[in-house]
């Protein structure tokens, strides 16, 4: 059954971390692009931080500096770390898969056909 669990939301203060994992089943996870995704209260579901295949990365202009992407081949695993959280971080987080065949990360979350049931992640000032 291909399938993405998603793991490692929950609560925490302003100017805190969390990690979030997504582990994966079902289908070949080296050759695939991921991606997390997060869509806020109220608001259309955004691209926060992708990696291809080969470890290539890109960030959203909210992540970038305070989150990082990295994947784990063996483990079929892909994580967010997350650094210095706002309330605006608030969010239901999603970790997505495509077919790495354009060779590059991508945040357009209508290219990704794999996804998971996603984390709840919520920020408090």
């Known amino acids: 059954e291909v399938q993405l669990v998603e793991s490692g939301g929950g609560s925490v203060q302003a100017g805190g971390s969390l990690r979030l994992s997504c582990t994966a089943s079902?289908?070949?996870?080296?050759?695939?692009?991921l991606t997390w995704f997060r869509q806020r209260p109220g608001q259309e579901r955004e691209g926060v931080a992708g990696i291809d295949s080969q470890g290539h990365t890109i960030y959203s202009g909210s992540a970038r500096g305070r989150f990082t992407i990295s994947r784990d081949n063996v483990k079929t695993t892909l994580n967010l770390e997350m650094n210095s959280l706002t309330p605006d971080d608030t969010a239901t987080y999603y970790c997505?898969?495509?077919?790495?065949?354009?060779?590059?990360?991508?945040?357009?979350?209508?290219?990704?056909?794999?996804w998971g049931q996603g984390t709840q992640v919520t920020v408090s000032s």
């Open positions: 079902g289908f070949y996870f080296s050759r695939y692009c």
């Open positions: 997505a898969a495509m077919e790495d065949y354009r060779g590059r990360p991508s945040l357009s979350g209508g290219q990704f056909g794999i």
